[in-house]
Nanobody
Framework: QVQLVESGGGLVQPGGSLRLSCAAS????????MRWYRQAPGKQRELVST???????NYADSVKGRFTISRDNAKNTVYLQMNSLKPEDTAVYYC??????????????WGQGTQVTVSS
């Protein structure tokens, strides 16, 4: 079984910063792409950023220049550094990953989500 556990959410003022972490655990052989999604109240879940196993990244237009995704393959962990936060960044942030287990079966997994609230 594979688990993704996010941490680092919270309440921050506009213009502030937060760093989210997502650690994968379980019988993992390798992790391919890792992603951050977010879902604001009353809205559909949207893809925020992706990082491949090789370190290539991409971002939603709404966060380009403000958010940075990174990963530590030795720790099976992905990070999202969020700077210059805006009220419209308020959402539950979810980690997502394509994980190949020790059985060499690849599945897509989700974390439980962490709340980010940007408000004065």
């Amino acid at each position: 079984q594979v688990q993704l556990v996010e941490s680092g959410g919270g309440l921050v003022q506009p213009g502030g910063s937060l760093r989210l972490s997502c650690a994968a655990s379980g019988r993992i052989f390798s992790i391919n792409a890792m992603r951050w999604y977010r879902q604001a109240p009353g809205k559909q879940r949207e893809l925020v950023s992706t990082i491949t196993s090789g370190g290539s990244t991409n971002y939603a237009d709404s966060v380009k220049g403000r958010f940075t995704i990174s990963r530590d393959n030795a720790k099976n962990t992905v990070y999202l550094q969020m700077n210059s936060l805006k009220p419209e960044d308020t959402a539950v942030y979810y980690c997502n990953a394509d994980v190949t287990r020790s059985s060499f079966v690849t599945n897509n997994y989700w974390g439980q989500g962490t709340q980010v609230t940007v408000s004065s």
